[in-house]
């Protein structure tokens, strides 16, 4: 399957925002996946980029992280 590469830039946008804020936040992948809501390994992969994650998704790590959902995918 070949991606559009529009979307692989915001796949990797989001993924390097979610874990560079969670990370300034001293905050694990477990602890944000427990407070999302969503499963550890699903969170590991939209830190690589390899998920595509629902708006639901989003919002809520936007609001474990305690960030506007515009930060998480701004660059």
Known sequence: MVLDPAMQDWRAILG???RKIRQQRRMTQEK?????EIDLTYVGGIERGKRNP????????AEALSV???KL???
């Open 68 to 70: 506007p959902l515009t």
């Open 54 to 61: 629902s708006l639901m998704v989003m919002a809520r790590i």
């Open 32 to 36: 944000l996946a427990f407070e999302a």
């Open 16 to 18: 390097r925002n979610v």
């Open 73 to 75: 995918i701004s660059e």
